[in-house]
Nanobody, 115 residues
Framework: QVQLVESGGGLVQPGGSLRLSCAAS????????MGWYRQAPGKQRELVAT???????NYADSVKGRFTISRDNAKNTWYLQMNSLKPEDTAVYYC?????????WGQGTQVTVSS
């Protein structure tokens, strides 16, 4: 199994930036893919971005050009760089990893974009 711990959330003004981290409890070298999700109050959880072990990325249309997903195998950590944040980006952000036949979630980190 793998444990995931997100960090980096907080309160930021519109137009600001945050970098989220998702640290894994084991080597991520052999983990094929990873996704960042978010859930706003009263809304369903939605996929924000994904990255494969080879570095291929995909983004939701709502964050394209503003968010960047990356991974650092040496640190067993994935990242989500979020720029030009908007109030509608306010949500709890989760990382998700498929591993050994199961899906693992972190505990989430709150991102609030407000003036």
């Amino acid at each position: 199994q793998v444990q995931l711990v997100e960090s980096g959330g907080g309160l930021v003004q519109p137009g600001g930036s945050l970098r989220l981290s998702c640290a894994a409890s084991r080597s991520i070298f052999s983990i094929y893919g990873m996704g960042w999700y978010r859930q706003a109050p009263g809304k369903q959880r939605e996929l924000v971005a994904t990255i494969t072990s080879g570095g291929s990325t995909n983004y939701a249309d709502s964050v394209k050009g503003r968010f960047t997903i990356s991974r650092d195998n040496a640190k067993n950590t994935w990242y989500l760089q979020m720029n030009s944040l908007k109030p509608e980006d306010t949500a709890v952000y989760y990382c998700n990893v498929p591993f050994s036949g199961s899906y693992y979630w972190g505990q989430g980190t709150q991102v609030t974009v407000s003036s």
